[in-house]
């Protein structure tokens, strides 16, 4: 069995943040790295409720600037 190289950080020496974790127990076969983001929870909620597809009107009131470059973009 090969490994990967690993790079060795060293911890800082006054570490002033949270001094447990909680791990979850994964059963035999499962190959999941954890729990899902929050933001994967809410997608596969608004999946489940609305469907894979969504409809956005092609006029929107005040649009992000984040939303009218993905716009321009998907136009060209």
């Known amino acids: 069995m090969k490994y990967k190289p690993v790079e060795i950080i060293k911890l ?6 949270e001094q447990s974790i909680t791990l ?8 999941s790295k954890g ?10 909620e608004i ?3 609305v469907g894979e597809e969504i409809i956005v009107p092609d006029r929107l009131t005040n649009p992000d ?3 009218i470059q993905a716009r321009d973009l998907l136009a060209e």
């Open 12 to 17: 800082p020496f006054a570490y002033s943040g």
């Open 35 to 44: 729990l899902p983001s929050p933001e994967i929870v809410l997608e596969k």
């Open 65 to 67: 600037k984040l939303i």
């Open 24 to 31: 979850v127990l994964r059963q035999d076969g499962d190959n």
């Open 47 to 49: 999946i489940s409720k």
